[in-house]
């Protein structure tokens, strides 16, 4: 890893379960978890906060004693979720909003949720802030020097307050790209977005990234075009392009699918992963019906992070230090005068 301060470390192991790995259940998000509680409401998207914030509540109460990290969003799901994180679970917190500014063809602009920076994060107790930017190599090059820099402020954010920061690239379909003509470009935006936001000076200390190719395409899967051996061979290259530690996110994966997917990236030196849907989404089929959809996170959901526990298992560990020095012994104490303690 690059060099970390005392508080990042701290804080990455407190994230970790204290050998470099990471096991983090996502329950950040907004438009999934918004379309589920439409869909069983009746009500418009804007209509269920209310029902939003139970389901992540019940997700937290389930599912999070199992993770090393909880990664929660401040507005929907703080105040339900923390009642069932334990002392020893990790607090990652959120920062951009889910709605993003579209610009031609589609490309996107990511922002904050409105209100929300690092500080109020940190003053909710978050022990890392977590940033997910849109991306594409191929955009004008106007909007993508409003991604870098908005890539580079959170970084600049979390130095100042001496938190870590967890960054996540996620690539796009444009308007007018059909689903196949996207699905066979994932490979090639993955590696053109890594390498444009790979440098140390962006900040990052943890980067989160989802499988290199689309899981649809591959063969084990039921695809036609791509395989898991593929798709590690290109984990390998993340893994020896990136100057900083990686993580898995589920991306919407079924649950065998991306417990296949995590083996393959412990392999290929990923340090864990971040999952939400691929844990949970089959469980809230029977939604509002709450105690059927307690029950099967009870047993689907914990078996699947049971399942990426045990993958998890197969990462090598990783000291997270950080740099200790201080000046030498006497200097900060010169002109004291020593008192009778």
């Known amino acids: 890893m690059t060099q970390l301060t005392p508080g990042k470390a701290r804080c990455l192991n407190r994230l970790s379960d204290g050998q470099g ?36 509540g019940l997700l ?29 679970t990790g607090l990652l917190m959120t920062l951009e909003h889910h709605a993003f500014i579209e610009a031609e063809r589609g490309h996107r602009q990511s922002g904050n949720i409105p209100g929300w920076n690092v500080q109020r994060a940190v003053e ?55 689903d196949a003509d996207y699905a066979a470009a994932i490979p090639d935006l993955t590696m053109g977005a890594i390498e444009d936001l790979k440098d140390v000076s962006f900040g990052v200390d943890l980067y989160k990234l989802a499988l290199p190719v689309a899981p649809q395409l ?19 290259e993340i893994t020896a392009a990136l100057p900083t530690p990686w993580v898995l996110l589920s ?37 509002p019906d709450l105690d059927k959809t307690r029950a099967a996170l009870m047993q689907d959901g914990r078996a699947a992070m049971q399942a990426l526990n045990a993958a998890l298992q197969t990462v090598a560990p990783r000291k997270i230090e950080g740099n200790y020095r201080v000046s030498p012994a006497g200097e900060q104490v010169k002109g004291l005068v020593q008192g009778d303690y």
């Open 21 to 56: 790995r990471f096991g983090v259940l996502a329950v950040d998000q907004r438009p999934p978890l918004m379309q589920v509680a439409a869909k069983a409401t009746g009500r418009g998207l804007n209509e269920v906060d209310a029902e939003v914030s139970e389901l992540k």
């Open 60 to 88: 937290a109460e389930t599912l999070s004693d199992l993770a090393t990290g909880i990664l929660v969003d401040p507005y929907l799901g703080f105040h339900t979720v923390m009642p069932h994180v334990r002392r020893e």
């Open 124 to 178: 909710h107790a978050a022990e890392g802030i977590k940033v997910l930017a849109w991306y594409r190599p191929d955009a004008p090059q106007e909007l993508k020097d409003h991604q870098l820099q908005f890539v580079r402020e959170a970084g600049d954010a979390c130095k100042q307050f001496d938190r870590p920061y967890i960054f996540e690239i996620l690539p796009y379909q444009l308007q007018g790209e059909s």
């Open 218 to 236: 591959v063969k084990e899967w039921g695809g036609e075009g791509s395989s898991v051996a593929q798709a590690e061979s290109l984990m390998r």
């Open 251 to 287: 991306g919407g994966m079924d649950t065998a699918a991306f417990v296949e997917a995590m083996h393959a990236a412990a392999r290929a030196g990923a340090s864990g992963y971040m999952a939400g849907r691929a844990v949970w989404a089959s469980s809230l089929q029977h939604y």
